[in-house]
């Protein structure tokens, strides 16, 4: 179903707790990216990878980390620094040409209360 | 950085009707232009792509046109059907960057 997971597929924490989102994907994708999608926002860049142990900030990081030690794997990690976490999480991945279809995982939900 | 402006955020059309999405991109550099549709409560899909090079692409009822000089690009659904509806988003890659992705349309096509 696409080659990319991300789990869990809904999630829960108490405000003040940081969190790890899973995303793994075995297409052999060099790149990765972390989307942030709220209603009527469209889908906001968090942190992308172009290459293992080498990863950028896009336009909304602030509160977010990312590590990327892995080719099949790039974890995002909600900090308690995130003002407003509450929201649908899409990891995605494509190869390293110009011109190429990024493939997207399922989800994350995350709500924090 | 590239900056993606969609319009309209709602398009609401009868059953064989046309819709019609349009797109407007910052960077001249930019040369992968594809469109996303998500269904409720799923994964954003790729249904057509463009690149920089080409002017229009069509897959069957899916057409999209890319106007380089304007800096704008729009998708095209003809005979829409019910199962069309969905929110569509368009990007926009620069070079060696992540899609930068546009607001999103909510489409309704009503039998």
């Known amino acids: 179903d696409g080659g990319i997971t991300q789990s869990p597929k809904y999630l829960f924490r108490k405000e003040g707790q940081n969190v790890t989102l899973s995303c793994e994907q075995n297409?052999?994708?060099?790149?990765m990216y972390w989307y942030r999608q709220d209603p009527g926002q469209g889908l906001r860049l968090i942190y992308y990878?172009?290459?293992?142990?080498?990863?950028q900030k896009g336009d909304i990081a602030e509160g977010y980390s990312v590590s990327r030690e892995k080719k099949e794997s790039f974890p995002l990690t909600v900090t308690s620094a995130q003002k407003n976490p509450t929201a649908f999480y899409l990891c995605?991945?494509?190869?390293?040409?110009?011109?190429?279809?990024?493939?997207f995982g399922q989800g994350t939900r995350l709500t924090v209360v | 950085g590239e900056n993606v402006e969609q319009h309209p955020s709602t398009l609401s059309v009868q059953e064989g009707d046309s819709a019609v999405i349009k797109c407007t991109y910052s960077?001249?550099?930019?040369?992968?232009f594809p469109w996303y549709k998500q269904e409720l409560g799923k994964r954003p899909q790729l249904i057509i792509d463009i690149r920089s090079n080409v002017g229009e692409k069509k897959d069957q009822r899916i057409a999209v046109t890319l106007n380089k000089t304007a800096k704008h690009f729009s998708l095209h659904i003809t005979e829409t059907q019910p199962e069309d509806s969905a929110v569509y988003f368009c990007?926009?890659?620069?070079?060696?960057?992540?899609?930068?992705f546009g607001k999103g349309t909510s489409l309704l096509v009503t039998p």
């Open positions: 990878s172009q290459i293992v142990n080498d990863f």
């Open positions: 995605a991945s494509s190869t390293s040409g110009q011109s190429t279809e990024a493939f």
């Open positions: 960077d001249s550099a930019s040369n992968y």
């Open positions: 297409l052999n994708h060099d790149a």
């Open positions: 990007a926009a890659r620069h070079p060696g960057y992540a899609l930068n």
